[in-house]
Structures are given as C-alpha cells and as structure tokens.
C-alpha cells in the first residue's frame, strides 16, 4: 500500500464511520428547545463547520442572514423558509447565498428535522425589524461543543479530533 503524498503543513484529512446513520449514537449539543446539533467538521483555520441539526419541536427556529454561503442536505424531515416557495425533504439539497436572510420554519407535522449544513463564515441572528440578535460561526460552536463535551463527560479527544 502506498502512501498519498501530503503537502507540507496541510491539515489532515479525516474519516467518520457511519457519520449518516441518523440512528447512531452521538453527542447532540443542546442550541435550544428542541434544537441541537452533532459537529463533523469544526475548521476554524478556513472559517466554516459541517455538522447535523437536529430539531425536535415544530415552528419558527430562526430568522438570520448568512456571511458565507450555505450547503444542506436534508437527511430527515422537512423544513423550509418563510420568504421562499419550496419546502426541503429527506433527500433534497439547498444552497443559501451569503447575504440572503431568511426565517427557518419546521411544520408542524414534522416530528422530527435533521438537516446536514455546510456553513461557511457564519450567520447572524435578526428580529423582525433587522437588529442584530446574536452570531454564530465556526467558534461559536465549538465553544458550545466544548462545554456540553465536558458537561456531560464525553472525551473531549473526539471533540478536538473535529477541529482543523
């Protein structure tokens, strides 16, 4: 067998086994009511993170506006957002551009929403009239991550192997 060369300095790939079971056992770090996600990519060296977002309640979750652009992959569920027409099931993809703002609704007949999010930069939380509620990027969440990690006393050495 032989070895991929690697340039110098880069940051080492990574592989998560059965990282799209959504039936596995993993960390869910609680973000609100009913909303939690499970990081797969913390990288605070480029500024993005991949993870899961796990909602388990019905409604608004949030209205905001993103700084960099926005992957999803709808894994279980649907959700969609109030200024747009479409609605995102299991098995659809939706790219957000930066600068869109938007306000993420969960139906009421969903009893459960897991969407995988590729964020890049981050977004910024906003009430109906625009004001600037709260951030979230990359150390936003690893900082949430770390807490919840050593709160319940999980290794924080699976945690930090996410980090880039």
Known sequence: ???IPTVAGAAPGQFLPSALDLDAQRVWVPQAPGVSFS???LNITQGYYVNMLRV???GIL?????TGPVHA????GEWYYREHPWRAKAGDYVYEPPGETHTLIVPDECAEMITL?????GYNYLDEQGQLMGVEDVFTKLAAARAHWQAIGA???TLESLVR
Not at 73 to 76: A, D, E, K
Request: no cysteine; glycine share 4%.
């Open 1 to 3: 067998m032989s070895s």
């Open 62 to 66: 949030s209205r905001h506006r993103h």
């Open 155 to 157: 290794s924080p050495q």
């Open 56 to 58: 388990r309640r019905a």
């Open 39 to 41: 990081p797969l990519l």
């Open 73 to 76: 992959f709808t894994l279980r």
């Open 117 to 121: 999010f590729h964020v890049s930069g």
